[in-house]
């Protein structure tokens, strides 16, 4: 039986996040849908959790992975099963509006020849509205060069997230960026769904955005892409690296890759790090 489209979601030991994240799925106005959850080693009452959510849902399928080999490893386990003509992600913290998967995919079969589609998201704490994203409605090449507009999730075909080899296994972070900055080169530029239909957990407290390895998996990533940035896209990208540490960073370190471009980036990046010397994002 042909299926529309593929959710997939990776967790480990979030066992009340992951199940409002499970529910915002299967409580989707688009019926036509399957959910592939990859358990990466939990410890907790997930396993139990994930058992009976198979029986008692035909949607559901679960992998389960003896030890965390990673998200990277656990996302394309999950594209190998996918049967939807689309697919889309979610972190295990974050919960979906009852409307994504309708919104996501009109928008991207409205816009014949995009890479992918995405959204603007809102932000919360243990889910309470903090703020939303203000993303840029068309997405190319050139833009991503810079920095990642996107976010951490798209909606695209299943064929063309096998055609450029599913994620980097062994990059540390920017794993998502990596991938989107594929799929653009290849297909194409991403466009803006006009609904917000994503919230992003801020309250959870182990996204890879405070992990230590973020520093040499974003490092990594910048080797792997040099070749196709110009010396700005350059300049800017070892400014956000730069930026990522938790360290501040110098006046004269900052005038020497600043460039003209992503200008307002380079001013919060300036206030907090050159002037404040405190707070700490990406």
């Not at 409580?27 to 410890?43: A, P, R, T, Y």
């Not at 979610?90 to 919960?95: L, P, Q, S, V």
């Not at 700005?232 to 730069?242: D, E, F, P, V």
């Amino acid at each position: 039986m042909d299926i529309s489209i593929s959710v997939y979601i990776v967790t480990m030991n979030r066992f009340e996040f992951l199940k409002r994240a499970v529910d915002s799925v299967l409580n989707q106005s688009e019926k036509d849908f399957e959910l592939i959850i990859v358990d990466n080693g939990s410890k907790d009452e997930t396993l139990d959790y994930l058992a009976d959510l198979v029986l008692l849902n035909p949607k559901v399928t679960c992998i389960y992975l003896d030890e965390n080999k990673g998200a990277c490893y656990a996302r394309n386990k999950a594209i190998e099963v996918a049967r939807g003509k689309y697919i889309t992600g979610m972190d295990d913290d974050d919960f979906f509006e009852h409307h994504r998967l309708h919104d996501l995919k009109k928008c991207y079969e409205e816009n014949e020849g995009c890479s992918f589609v995405f959204s603007d998201d809102n932000f919360v704490n243990q889910g309470v509205y903090v703020f939303r994203t203000k993303k840029p409605n068309r997405i190319t090449l050139e833009m991503l060069k810079y920095q990642n507009f996107v976010g951490n999730q798209v909606f695209s075909e299943l064929s063309k997230f096998k055609s450029v080899g599913g994620f980097d296994e062994t990059l540390l972070a920017a794993q998502d960026y990596d991938m989107w900055l594929r799929l653009v080169y290849k297909f194409g530029a991403a466009i803006k769904s006009i609904e917000i239909s994503q919230n992003v957990e801020l309250g959870c407290g182990s996204r890879i955005s405070t992990s230590p390895k973020k520093f040499t998996g974003y490092f990594d990533f910048y080797k792997k892409h040099k070749s196709l940035m110009s010396r700005s896209q350059r300049k800017h990208q070892l400014l956000n690296i730069k930026y990522s540490c938790r360290t501040s960073i110098s006046l004269k370190f900052f005038i020497i890759l600043f460039s003209f471009n992503c200008i307002s980036r380079k001013a919060k990046i300036f206030i907090s790090k050159v002037l404040k010397s405190s707070a700490y994002g990406y």
